[in-house]
């Protein structure tokens, strides 16, 4: 079966591959504002649906088909466009800033969030204030979260082991990173230009894969 999160729909809808049957599993109201949400994860028996416009991240508990919402700190932080990415990750969800100043980490088994200021640590690598958007795309290769840069061609390697942070080089041309995806271990970049990379975590090499003719067209 496939879930899916409501987009501004108070919920979740639960299809059957064989039958094509749709069931609607309500959220209560008071739970969230815009009821709208981006994505969504499965851990140990229950589902994480991430916020978009919304105050908190919801949490469904298929077997007990029962509701909670995880606020943090901020109660406004996850309304607006603060955020663009949800990653989970053994036991943690990673919600990625795109506008906000600090990045939060769900951790679904205490239910608590961690903040992290991530742009301060921006900063102090660059060594000059940054007040550009966070990240555009973010994905995790070996408990290493990797975020690339807005309006850059560079990303930040994060470590998810003891939390050491670095910026990379992620293209040596003037080609701006739009995505970054992972398949079978291996790391591809899309550009601004269309073009796709392949990038060597290893050695920092990357190799086009893939030449967009039409750019410009």
């Known amino acids: 079966c496939i879930w899916a999160p409501g987009d501004r729909i108070p919920g979740l809808f639960k299809i059957d591959l064989k039958t094509w049957q749709i069931d609607v599993f309500p959220m209560p109201l008071c739970q969230t504002r815009w009821y709208s949400f ?17 105050h908190g991240l919801a949490e469904y508990d298929i077997k ?12 406004n932080a996850f309304t607006g466009n603060n955020f663009n990415s949800f990653l989970y990750n053994k036991g943690k969800i990673y919600c990625i800033p795109s506008a906000y ?14 903040e992290k200021k991530i742009r301060n640590k921006i900063s102090e690598i660059l060594k000059k204030k940054y007040t550009e958007g966070i ?10 979260l990797l975020m690339v840069l807005a309006k850059s061609n560079k990303f930040i390697m994060l470590s998810l082991i003891d939390e050491s942070i670095s910026i990379k080089q992620l293209l040596y041309n003037e080609e701006v990173a ?8 291996k790391l591809y970049v899309m550009t ?9 975590l290893d050695d920092k090499s990357a ?3 893939y030449r967009n003719v039409h750019k410009g067209k």
């Open 178 to 185: 739009d995505n970054i995806a992972v398949f079978d271990n």
């Open 135 to 144: 990240c555009k795309s973010a994905v995790i290769v070996d408990d290493e």
């Open 192 to 200: 601004d230009l269309g073009n796709i990379y392949l990038y060597n």
């Open 38 to 54: 981006i994505g969504i994860s499965y851990a140990e028996g229950k589902l994480y649906l991430y916020p978009w416009n919304t």
């Open 64 to 75: 007990n088909n029962s509701w909670e919402n995880y606020t943090p700190e901020d109660p």
């Open 101 to 114: 100043d600090t990045m939060l980490v769900f951790d679904t088994n205490k239910k608590t969030f961690i």
């Open 207 to 209: 190799k086009i894969v």
